[in-house]
C-alpha cells in the first residue's frame, strides 16, 4: 500500500512539474534571442495586457516608391509664369504620400527635395527592397487638360544577340552569359505582365475621376522604368498649360492616391508577394 | 528775307529730299536683305534635307502616321512618289512626316527638324540621324515623346518592307533620352508583329462606372517585344 501511494505521489509530481518546464523553456529561450536585438522582456500574453488603444497597426504590404520625375537642373515640362513639371510633381508625390500613408501603405520617395537623382539611383531605391511597387509621377505639356493616363515599360528591341556579331562601335558583343541572369538595364522585363496589369487597374480608377481620360494605360519606352526590378508604372497628368496648374496638382492628389491604393491592393490579391511574370 | 537765309532754307530742303530718297531706299535694302536671310535658311534646310527624287519614284499610296486617335497617332494615306531603294524611300517618307502633315495640330515633330543621315545595315537595322531640333523643340512628355518616335516608327514600318528596328541618333549621338521621358538608348522594333507590341491595341474598354468594383486585369497580356 504505502509503495502504491508513493508510486501514486510520485506519478501527479511528475505530471505537475514537467508541464511547468516545458512552459518555461521557449520564454527562456525566446528571451535568450531576444537579448541582442530587444533588451526588453518578450511582451505578455495579449489576452492579460491589451495593447495601448493609440498603438497603430504596423502597416504591411509592399513598400510603394514614389518617383516625382525630373528635379534640380532637369526641369521637365515647362508652362507658363515659370510653372515646372518638377516642382507640380513633388508636390503631387508629398500628398500621394501623406494619403496612402494615412491608409496604412508604406510609402518611400526618390527625392523630396530639388535634387535630380539619376535614373539608375530610382531604379536601385525600388530595388532595394524585396516586395516594392514603383510609381514614376510625371505633368505632360501637352493633352488634353485635366486628363491622365498610366504607362508600363515597353522595353526596346534587343541588340544583335548572336555571339561574336560587331556591333556598330566595331567590338564584338560576348554571348549571353545566361538567360537566367538580369542585366541591370533590362530589369524591368521579368515585371512587364506585371506592370501591366498594374497599369489596367490604375486607369480604371483613374479614368473615373480624370474627365477627358482614355481607358486605357499605353506601353512606352520610359526611361525611369527600364532597370526596376518591380511592378512598374508612370502616370502622366496632364498639364503644365493648364490655366492653374498648382491647383491642377493639387486637385489630382486624393483621386491619385485611392488609385494607387486599390490598384496595388488589388495587385496583391491576385498575385501575393510576386510580381514577377 | 536775306539772301542767306534763302539759301539756307533751299539747302534744307535739298537735305530733306535727299534724306527722304535715302529712307526709301534704305528700307527697300533692308527687305531685301530679309528675304535674302529667309532664302538662305531655305537653302540650308534644302541642302541638309533635300527633297529626294531618283529615277525608280513611283506614286505610292503612303501611310503616314501623324498625331490622332487614342493611340497617339494614326495613318494618314497620302500619294507620293517614293523610290525602290528602301533609305531613298525612307528619307522621302520622313522627309513628308515632317513636312507635310494636314494641320498644324497633327504634326508630331517639330518644323525644324532635319533629317541629317539615314542608314540601313544589313541585320535590318534602321539608323536615323536627326537634328538637334528633334530633341530640343519637341514638347517634353511621355504622351508628346512617345507619339513622335512612334509617328517615326510606324511610318517607316508601314511603308519600308526588310526593316526590323530603328535607333534614333541626335546630331550623331546616342542619346539618354529624346525630350527628359521617352529612352532613346535602345532600339524600336519595326517588325511586324513587334510592331502591334510597340504600340499595343488597347484592351477591352473596361467598366468605368463609378464605384464600380475593379475588374481582374488580363494578367500576361502584355506582348514582351521580339527576342
Known amino acids: 500500500m504505502r509503495n502504491i501511494l508513493g508510486v501514486v505521489a510520485l506519478a501527479f509530481g511528475i505530471s505537475v512539474l514537467v508541464p511547468l518546464a516545458g512552459a518555461q523553456a521557449p520564454v527562456q529561450q525566446g528571451q535568450q534571442g531576444n537579448q541582442q536585438q530587444t533588451p526588453q522582456t518578450a511582451p505578455p500574453p495579449a489576452q492579460q495586457t491589451p495593447p495601448p488603444p493609440n498603438l497603430t497597426p504596423a502597416p504591411v504590404g509592399p513598400i510603394i516608391v514614389l518617383d516625382p520625375a525630373h528635379g534640380g537642373t532637369d526641369t521637365g515640362a515647362r508652362g507658363q509664369n515659370a510653372v515646372m513639371e518638377k516642382d507640380l510633381v513633388l508636390q503631387m508625390a508629398r500628398g500621394v504620400k501623406a494619403e496612402l500613408e494615412r491608409q496604412g501603405f508604406r510609402v518611400v520617395m526618390t527625392r523630396n527635395d530639388d535634387s535630380n537623382p539619376s535614373y539608375d539611383d530610382r531604379a536601385a531605391m525600388a530595388n532595394a527592397y524585396r516586395d516594392a511597387i514603383f510609381i514614376s509621377l510625371h505633368v505632360a505639356s501637352t493633352g488634353t487638360v485635366g486628363s491622365i493616363r498610366t504607362y508600363y515599360e515597353q522595353m526596346s528591341a534587343p541588340e544583335v544577340s548572336s555571339a561574336g556579331t560587331a556591333n556598330p562601335a566595331g567590338k564584338v558583343a560576348p554571348p549571353p552569359v545566361s538567360s537566367r541572369v538580369n542585366s541591370w538595364n533590362d530589369a524591368q522585363r521579368a515585371y512587364l505582365n506585371a506592370s501591366r496589369h498594374l497599369a489596367d487597374l490604375m486607369q480604371i480608377v483613374l479614368v473615373q475621376r480624370f474627365s477627358g481620360s482614355e481607358p486605357t494605360p499605353l506601353g512606352a519606352a520610359v526611361r525611369e522604368l527600364r532597370s526596376v526590378a518591380a511592378p512598374a508604372v508612370a502616370i502622366e497628368l496632364s498639364s503644365v498649360s493648364a490655366p492653374d496648374p498648382n491647383t491642377l496638382a493639387n486637385s489630382a492628389v486624393p483621386p491619385l492616391a485611392e488609385a494607387i491604393a486599390r490598384a496595388v491592393s488589388a495587385l496583391r490579391a491576385t498575385s501575393p508577394g510576386g510580381a514577377k511574370q | ?227
Open chain 2, 1 to 227: 528775307m536775306t539772301r542767306n537765309w534763302k539759301i539756307f532754307i533751299a539747302l534744307l530742303a535739298v537735305g530733306v529730299v535727299i534724306g527722304l530718297i535715302s529712307l526709301r531706299s534704305l528700307h527697300r535694302r533692308m527687305a531685301r536683305l530679309a528675304q535674302t536671310q529667309v532664302t538662305e535658311e531655305q537653302a540650308r534646310h534644302e541642302v541638309l534635307a533635300p527633297p529626294v527624287s531618283t529615277p525608280t519614284d513611283v506614286p505610292v499610296k503612303a501611310s503616314i502616321f501623324w498625331a490622332g486617335g487614342p493611340d497617339g497617332v494614326a495613318p494618314v494615306q497620302i500619294e507620293l512618289p517614293l523610290s525602290a531603294d528602301p533609305v531613298q524611300r525612307s528619307r522621302q517618307l520622313l522627309h513628308a512626316l515632317i513636312a507635310d502633315p494636314p494641320t498644324p495640330d497633327q504634326r508630331t515633330l517639330p518644323a525644324d527638324t532635319d533629317l541629317l543621315g539615314f542608314y540601313i545595315l544589313p541585320d535590318g537595322t534602321a539608323i536615323a540621324d536627326f537634328s538637334d531640333a528633334l530633341s530640343t523643340e519637341t514638347p517634353s512628355g511621355i504622351l508628346s515623346e512617345r507619339m513622335a518616335v512612334n509617328s517615326i516608327a510606324k511610318t517607316l514600318g508601314s511603308n519600308v518592307p526588310g526593316l526590323l528596328r530603328l535607333k534614333i541618333l541626335i546630331h550623331g549621338q546616342e542619346v539618354d533620352t529624346l525630350a527628359g521621358h521617352i529612352d532613346l538608348t535602345g532600339f524600336f522594333d519595326l517588325s511586324p508583329p513587334a510592331q502591334q507590341a510597340a504600340t499595343p491595341e488597347p484592351a477591352s474598354a473596361p467598366s468605368a462606372s463609378p464605384g464600380a468594383a475593379l475588374p481582374k486585369a488580363p494578367a500576361g497580356n502584355a506582348a514582351p517585344p521580339a527576342h
